[in-house]
């Protein structure tokens, strides 16, 4: 039988693969689109340091920690949205 920490330690590495590939995509998109939009500029910089600490953080807090990197990926997604609709 697999251990739940070796299950757990593989999904925290998957995810932390993928959240730095989507970090650099986010940061060569929103240089493209940012340029005149510098309070949405400044959000979504602070959502993706919101999301990286969330990452780097130990332990699940309970499910809390990962039901608030879901809500930070989906206030990353709607301001993205919103950049490309003003543009």
Sequence with gaps: ?????TIVAF??????????TTM?????ATAQT?????FMQSALTSLISA???????????????????GYVDQAIS???LGMEAAD
């Design 51 to 69: 999301k990286r600490s969330l990452t780097n953080a130990a332990a699940n807090k309970g499910g809390h920690r990962i039901a608030a990197m």
């Design 24 to 28: 650099f995509e986010s940061t060569r």
């Design 1 to 5: 039988m697999v251990q739940r920490q």
């Design 11 to 20: 999904v925290l590495g998957v995810g932390l693969a993928l959240a730095g």
């Design 34 to 38: 940012g340029a005149n939009q510098p």
């Design 78 to 80: 709607e301001v993205r």
